[in-house]
């Protein structure tokens, strides 16, 4: 049946599936183990969302299947691309994925405060956690630095120098 003879009130919007978290093209997904464990709490939790959905037939059910089932197939993607890089089988004299790495700033407005935060992959980044994810600019600065060594990062409008203080994997 040709569109030009459907009641304009019978036309649905596609529902807007809100993306995930930007992971570049052709950059490979790395997660912790607990950033997958999480991952995979998400898709119980969506397909249990999916089979409980108490909405009535009609137009309201379809779009809240359709944005479910879109987040699903998102999720999947991620599951199905990840690539666990387990702490322990990371560098123990340079900063790697997955390190909780403390450090001080040299210069700028922070100078002398001591931050620390956690590399980790682009789903479980959380800056209110600590957890940032690699594919930032502050991850990359601090990978493949050693104790004692600076980084040089563009933060705040300025060329930030941090000093690594330490890391770990715990």
């Known amino acids: 049946m040709s569109r030009g ?7 649905e ?5 809100p993306p995930r978290s930007a992971l570049p093209i052709g950059v490979i997904n790395y997660v912790t183990p607990l ?3 999480l991952l995979l709490k998400e898709r119980n939790e969506l397909e249990t969302e999916i089979s409980n959905l108490n909405i009535e037939e009609g137009k309201e059910r379809r779009h809240s299947l359709a944005v479910l089932n879109g987040k699903l197939n998102l999720l999947n993607e991620r599951i199905h691309s990840a690539r666990i890089l387990k702490p322990d089988e990371q560098s123990i004299i340079e900063v790697r994925f997955g390190a909780k790495v403390k450090f001080k700033f040299l210069t700028g407005k922070q ?7 956690q590399i980790v992959g682009v789903d479980e980044a959380d800056i209110k956690k600590n957890k940032i994810a690699f594919v930032a600019p502050l991850a990359k600065a601090l990978t493949g630095k050693k104790v004692g060594e600076i980084a040089e990062v563009f933060m705040a409008g300025a060329m930030q120098q941090l000093e690594i203080i330490g890391f770990s994997y715990s």
């Open 5 to 11: 003879f459907v009641k304009e009130d019978d036309q």
């Open 13 to 17: 919007e596609a529902p807007f599936i």
């Open 35 to 37: 950033g997958q464990e």
């Open 111 to 117: 100078v002398e405060s001591i931050q620390e935060f």
